[in-house]
């Protein structure tokens, strides 16, 4: 999909819904609102649609008004409709068809300063070209999200469309379809290396740290939550930590020095939080062995990120290796589920 022409955007018909777009020959600048916070305006961009082949279009947001709520996507001639009733596949932080969520925490808002894009992919499936599958796939701030939509049996065109609560300007513009199609990490901030989501890949257990094999088919999820605080440890890098394995696992430590290549790290409790289930008989070694680490008697005591980005966190008898946890989401198959 190029712009071509005269490229027209065109609003919803609600009552009190406002728009103005200037275009110039790399991009449009769109202006709209909507009547009232809470109830959306929609604006698509029309034209002969998407081809049958693959296209992307993105939106850089250049304002936007306290408390709005902004969906970009696309939408069918059929589906677009007034408020509330435009059926559509958007993505706005989660992936939603505009009126209803249909996968949350798909990313995260988007805000001003923002980048979106829309990758769109049909493609032939069955035996002849009667029957396509279509694929959308969203890109936030550069990382791609992954595919949220994948419509079988879906021959309709689609428009680009945003989909509006409150006011915003933003930019419209067609670049080059991105190389990358499947979920990408989030981008750490270099900071703070060890905040968000791992997963453990191996545990070591005793003074020799012999590995403990982790039961086949589990994965087990260790976050970080960096404390923000002025209080108390000099200043020192605080995180609350997190560990599920059967029962949900809570520590809070201090980053307080370097030992070696490793930062080292001290437990701001004795003991680390936990709720009382009786384990998966096939996860009490490595629960025993986490809760163990977890707790300021013989628990960890330095942790890294190495250069090839996974994380060691290690003590005299535990120790475990994570990679950076990407959650998988199954994307939607109806409009309408």
Same mark, same amino acid.
């Given at each position: 999909?190029?712009?071509?022409? $005269?490229? &027209?955007?065109?609003?919803?018909?609600?009552?009190? +819904?406002?728009?103005? #777009?200037?275009? @110039?020959?790399?991009? =449009?600048?769109?202006?709209?609102?909507?009547?009232?916070?809470?109830?959306?305006?929609?604006?698509?961009?029309?034209?002969?649609?998407?081809?049958?082949?693959?296209?992307?279009?993105?939106?850089?947001?250049?304002?936007?008004?306290?408390?709005?709520?902004?969906?970009?996507?696309?939408?069918?001639?059929?589906?677009?409709?007034?408020?509330?009733?435009?059926?559509?596949?958007?993505?706005?932080?989660?992936?939603?068809?505009?009126?209803?969520?249909?996968?949350?925490?798909?990313?995260?808002?988007?805000?001003?300063?923002?980048?979106?894009?829309?990758?769109?992919?049909?493609?032939?499936?069955?035996?002849?070209?009667?029957?396509?599958?279509?694929?959308?796939?969203?890109?936030?701030?550069?990382?791609?999200?992954?595919?949220?939509?994948?419509?079988?049996?879906? $021959?309709? &065109?689609?428009?680009?469309?945003?989909?509006?609560? +409150?006011?915003?300007? #933003?930019?419209? @513009?067609?670049?080059? =379809?991105?190389?990358?199609?499947?979920?990408?990490?989030?981008?750490?901030?270099?900071?703070?290396?060890?905040?968000?989501?791992?997963?453990?890949?191996?545990?070591?257990?005793?003074?020799?740290?012999?590995?403990?094999?982790?039961?086949?088919?589990?994965?087990?999820?260790?976050?970080?939550?960096?404390?923000?605080?002025?209080?108390?440890?000099?200043?020192?890098?605080?995180?609350?930590?997190?560990?599920?394995?059967?029962?949900?696992?809570?520590?809070?430590?201090?980053?307080?020095?370097?030992?070696?290549?490793?930062?080292?790290?001290?437990?701001?409790?004795?003991?680390?939080?936990?709720?009382?289930?009786?384990?998966?008989?096939?996860?009490?070694?490595?629960?025993?062995?986490?809760?163990?680490?977890?707790?300021?008697?013989?628990?960890?005591?330095?942790?890294?990120?190495?250069?090839?980005?996974?994380?060691?966190?290690? +003590?005299?008898?535990?120790?475990?290796?994570?990679?950076?946890?990407?959650?998988?989401?199954?994307?939607?198959?109806?409009?309408?589920?």
């Amino acid at each position: 999909m190029a712009i071509t022409g $005269n490229p &027209k955007w065109i609003g919803d018909s609600s009552e009190g +819904g406002n728009l103005h #777009v200037t275009t @110039s020959a790399a991009s =449009s600048s769109i202006t709209f609102a909507s009547a009232t916070q809470g109830t959306p305006f929609n604006m698509r961009l029309d034209t002969h649609g998407a081809p049958m082949g693959k296209s992307y279009y993105e939106v850089k947001v250049t304002n936007m008004s306290k408390g709005a709520s902004l969906g970009v996507g696309l939408v069918t001639a059929d589906g677009f409709q007034p408020g509330w009733k435009t059926k559509g596949c958007f993505y706005n932080g989660n992936i939603t068809n505009g009126s209803a969520g249909l996968i949350i925490g798909f990313g995260k808002f988007i805000k001003e300063g923002d980048v979106v894009g829309v990758y769109h992919q049909r493609s032939a499936s069955g035996d002849d070209d009667t029957t396509r599958q279509c694929n959308i796939i969203f890109f936030h701030n550069g990382r791609c999200l992954g595919t949220g939509f994948s419509l079988d049996g879906n $021959n309709e &065109k689609f428009f680009p469309c945003l989909h509006l609560s +409150g006011s915003a300007t #933003v930019e419209f @513009s067609i670049p080059p =379809s991105p190389t990358v199609y499947e979920r990408e990490q989030a981008v750490q901030n270099d900071d703070d290396p060890y905040s968000g989501d791992w997963v453990i890949e191996q545990a070591f257990v005793g003074p020799e740290l012999a590995e403990l094999p982790l039961p086949a088919g589990s994965r087990f999820k260790v976050s970080f939550e960096k404390i923000n605080t002025t209080s108390s440890t000099e200043g020192n890098v605080q995180y609350q930590l997190f560990i599920k394995i059967s029962n949900s696992l809570h520590t809070s430590f201090a980053v307080t020095g370097k030992m070696e290549a490793f930062d080292k790290i001290e437990f701001l409790t004795t003991y680390c939080m936990s709720t009382r289930m009786m384990p998966i008989p096939a996860f009490a070694k490595l629960e025993q062995l986490i809760q163990t680490a977890m707790d300021s008697d013989g628990g960890w005591r330095k942790m890294i990120v190495t250069e090839e980005g996974q994380l060691i966190m290690s +003590g005299r008898t535990a120790e475990i290796i994570c990679s950076r946890y990407v959650e998988i989401f199954e994307p939607v198959r109806s409009l309408f589920r």
